[in-house]
């Protein structure tokens, strides 16, 4: 018997999540001086100050106790930060670990999955884990106000008496597109009570407030809508691996069942602590992020791609042709983007918004690519 037919059957199923490229492991591959990042939507404006002062100098010796089970200064910061009662948030390592500990709460082998095409890689690989059967719904068309974003219409017909997860990131990632206030709301009345929505906002500190509407505003009305957040975008605090979750507190209690107890270290619960109170942080690199994605998607436009609009800290751009090539040459010269053929979308590629002069040294960069590397 072969080992891999050991594993549950769901995992027999699935294949690992593409984390993309270590920058370090690659740079030193490639024997370059620095690498230029932009693959992995991190926030190069990085965390609060007070966040940075608060790791600084630190002796770690409160390393040898466990941390708070139940991160109740972390969860009260959260809560105040968005007038919800502490009892409704779950904490997590990345909202990634929630993505998949809600699947493993809710899904059981044979239960209907509900994600749209395009929708971000976790979302399949949640599903394929807990045993759940995968329903990929088609997207928008390429030619709409949201090219290649979740189809409303077509998502609430994909619902069945076998739903019991849905999983919709506004923004979503990769396409950068999102759902207004009516979409969202039409879209949740139509959903059976039997199934639980999960409404990503990895990106939600980043978006225009006008446009993409807050889901925890419409838990009142849909007491089985999950919303789960991140510090490891707008925060800039991915390598701490913190995220959480807000629902109706009956659903939080549920899954503290299936949390590991200590999931949350004791580093990232300060530093997330810290990080939710600086809201002008948070401000500064909401707007900074705003006025470059406008300026990189100008300038890729300029280079003749077909940009996506966004709302994230990223951007989707079609090259019309395949996009690996340029995605090597790019690599080649330093800068490390992120490939979407494992998302059925080879032509394209998705960069992150940098800092002012990383996005124009990478515009500088695909210029030359596209000009010399692959005339
Ligand atoms: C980055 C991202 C996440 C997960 O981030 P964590 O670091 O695990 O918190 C979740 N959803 C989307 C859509 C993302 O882009």
């Not at 139509?190 to 509407?213: Q, S, T, W």
């Not at 004791?266 to 707007?287: G, P, S």
């Not at 900074?288 to 300038?299: I, Q, S």
Request: hydrophobic share 45%.
């Amino acid at each position: 018997m072969q080992i891999e037919q050991l594993a549950a059957p769901g995992v027999q199923r699935l294949t690992a999540y593409d984390p993309g490229y270590d920058p370090e492991t690659i740079r030193l591959q490639l024997g370059l001086p620095r690498m230029l990042e932009l693959g992995s939507n991190e926030n190069g404006h990085g965390p609060s100050a007070s966040v940075l002062e608060l790791l600084r100098g630190r002796d770690f010796a409160d390393a040898i106790r466990y941390p708070d089970a139940g991160g109740r200064k972390l969860r009260s910061a959260i809560g105040a930060r968005w007038a919800v009662d502490p009892r409704a948030i779950t904490l997590g390592n990345g909202s990634h670990e929630l993505l998949v500990l809600i699947a493993e709460t809710f899904v059981a082998p044979g239960d209907e999955v509900v994600f749209p095409q395009y929708g971000f890689a976790v979302f399949k690989l949640a599903a394929i884990g807990s045993g759940g059967l995968p329903v990929q719904v088609s997207a928008l068309p390429r030619s709409g106000a949201q090219p290649l974003g979740a189809d409303p219409e077509a998502m609430a017909q994909a619902l069945s008496s076998r739903t019991r997860l849905v999983y919709l990131a506004n923004p979503n990632n990769p396409t950068g597109t999102w759902w207004d206030r009516a979409t969202l709301a039409r879209f949740l009345v139509r959903v059976p009570h039997h199934a639980v929505v999960v409404i990503d906002e990895a990106y939600r500190e980043y978006v225009d407030e006008r446009l993409v509407p807050d889901a925890v505003a419409l838990q009142d009305l849909h007491p089985h809508v999950v919303v789960t957040r991140t510090f490891s975008k707008a925060h800039g605090l991915a390598a701490l691996r913190i995220g959480y979750a807000i629902s109706n507190p009956a659903l939080a209690s549920v899954l503290e069942r299936t949390r590991l107890t200590f999931n949350a270290n004791l580093y990232a619960q300060r530093a997330a602590t810290a990080a939710i109170a600086d809201r002008a942080h948070v401000e500064r690199v909401r707007a900074a992020n705003a006025a470059e994605r406008e300026k990189l998607a100008a300038g890729l436009k300029s280079l003749g791609l077909f940009v996506f609009p966004s709302q994230g800290n990223f951007v989707l751009a079609d090259f019309g042709r395949p996009a690996k090539p340029v995605e090597d040459a790019l690599l080649r010269r330093g800068a490390i983007v992120r490939p979407m053929g494992g998302y059925g979308l080879p032509n394209c590629l998705r960069i992150t918004v940098g800092l002012p002069e990383e996005n124009r040294e990478f515009l500088e960069l695909l210029e030359t690519v596209l000009r010399e590397d692959l005339a």
